[in-house]
């Protein structure tokens, strides 16, 4: 008498388990040693404000002038605020990589919250920032910029800094899972690094054409540098300035929430869909 031994079908759905709180540390510490393996990405990101600081700062320096301080004063709140906003391609070639490689298509077969992966990811983005930015205050100091706002209030600078990080990586995050190819994404974030010179993070908005100011002073990275600069004691007053960098710190907090308002549901509509939704 023969035995038919019955195999239970393949689930493509994971089983429900998990918090997202559990699986959110377990996908950041994922994160955390896959950078600690290849550290190219993070080394490069963080070196390159620094390269433009000197050069910024030395070389061109004695030929821009910005009213009331001296350049240096004004360019360092603004490179710290173009690394914020680096959160938008670190995100977006995260979530392209793991695509490409197909190690999304394996996550979506575990039984975890479907939040976890983009949420450990943007997370891992945030603690690294964090260390990130310490080198480039450091060399900032050490080139003559000084925090004249006090203690709390440059403590509040690196807040926002960190949390328009963690917007942006969100919104790259859901760029990368769009785009879903590694050599694409490297190209597209190599295209973003026009951004801040679309802003007041390296020369101020008042000397450009009505256009072009118009453009810049509505760039979130524009209202999260004058914030800084605000924050830091570094304030370069603008005139006519529009909302968001006459008003910086409400502006930049508005910022960060449509940001993550508008993108954090998209991202995990998108992981959740497969590339679908």
Not at 17 to 24: H, V, Y
Not at 85 to 107: H, I, K, P, S, Y
Request: glycine share 12%; hydrophobic share 55%.
């Amino acid at each position: 008498m023969s035995t038919t031994t019955l195999v239970p079908e393949h689930n493509p759905e994971p089983a429900a388990g998990g918090t997202l709180l559990a699986d959110g540390l377990a996908m950041t510490g994922r994160h955390l040693q896959k950078i600690r393996a290849a550290p190219g990405v993070l080394i490069l990101t963080q070196t390159m404000p620094i390269t433009m600081l000197l050069f910024f700062g030395y070389v061109f320096g004695s030929a821009l002038a910005v009213p009331g301080q001296e350049y240096r004063a004004f360019l360092v709140p603004g490179l710290l605020a173009a690394t914020a906003a680096n959160g938008l391609m670190t995100g977006m070639f995260m979530a392209a990589q793991d695509c490409d490689r197909g190690v999304m298509d394996r996550f979506r077969t575990l039984p975890m919250s479907r939040a976890a992966v983009p949420l450990g990811a943007t997370a891992s983005e945030l603690l690294t920032t964090a260390v990130g930015l310490v080198p480039l205050t450091l060399v900032g100091l050490a080139a003559g910029w000084r925090i004249e706002g006090g203690a709390a209030a440059a403590l509040g600078a690196f807040g926002l800094l960190l949390l328009f990080r963690f917007a942006t990586s969100w919104a790259g995050y859901w760029l990368g899972l769009l785009i879903r190819n590694e050599e694409a994404a490297g190209q597209v974030g190599s295209a973003t690094f026009v951004l801040p010179l679309l802003s007041s993070a390296y020369i101020p908005t008042d000397g450009m054409p009505g256009w072009l100011r118009a453009v810049a002073e509505w760039n979130p990275i524009s209202a999260l540098a004058a914030a800084t600069r605000d924050l830091f004691g570094n304030a370069a007053p603008v005139a006519d300035a529009a909302w968001p960098s006459a008003h910086p710190v409400a502006g930049t907090l508005a910022w960060a929430a449509v940001l993550l308002a508008v993108f954090v549901p998209l991202t995990v509509r998108r992981y959740a869909g497969g590339g679908r939704g």
